[in-house]
């Protein structure tokens, strides 16, 4: 384990369903373990890689609405942190973003049944194909995809890559 963590230590779960106490228990004899968050939005609250993080897991925290980002920087600093919308092209894609905290989606709003008057903005997107070779990533342990309703365009740009997670 990392140093000054102690690995016998109660663990708290931060995730919604207790999706980080399933990965620990299958997962947590592995040493520097990574993951790939995917509409990570929030560096703690609901966080499935957050536990993970506090006993010496690293990886790459994704999330389009660059609100977000400092949070990540404060409380993940050895994390990559990324200010990204993922999808099957690299380019730019709109994101609406309801009044709903964590619904913030790429989708069409006449899909997703919010009003086009929420806030949209561009962001960059990019395909976990094409990013992640840039970003030096060989092997991922927990790929965790959480983006509202846009999951299949994640997984499109994703497919033909060399890397296969060990848990998605």
């Given at each position: 384990g990392e140093p000054g963590v102690n690995q016998a230590a109660q663990f708290v779960s931060y995730a919604q369903h207790g999706e980080d106490v399933i990965l620990w228990r299958a997962l947590g004899d592995r040493v520097g373990g990574f993951y790939v968050d995917v509409g990570a939005f929030d560096p703690t609250d609901d966080s499935v890689t957050r536990a993970l993080y506090e006993r010496g897991w690293r990886g790459i925290n994704i999330e389009p609405q660059p609100d977000r980002l400092a949070a990540f920087e404060r409380e993940r600093p050895e994390d990559t942190n990324l200010s990204l919308a993922i999808g099957d092209h690299d380019g730019t894609a709109m994101l609406t973003r309801p009044p709903v905290?964590?619904?913030?989606?790429?989708?069409?709003?006449?899909?997703?049944?919010?009003?086009?008057?929420?806030?949209?903005?561009?962001?960059?997107?990019?395909?976990?194909?094409?990013?992640?070779?840039?970003?030096?990533?060989?092997?991922?342990?927990?790929l965790k995809i959480d983006v509202e309703g846009a999951e299949p365009a994640v997984v499109r740009g994703f497919v033909e890559s060399p890397i296969r997670p060990l848990v998605c």
């Open positions: 905290a964590g619904w913030a989606t790429t989708l069409d709003p006449a899909l997703t049944g919010f009003d086009p008057a929420d806030r949209t903005i561009e962001v960059s997107i990019r395909r976990l194909d094409t990013l992640l070779p840039e970003l030096g990533v060989e092997r991922i342990d927990v």
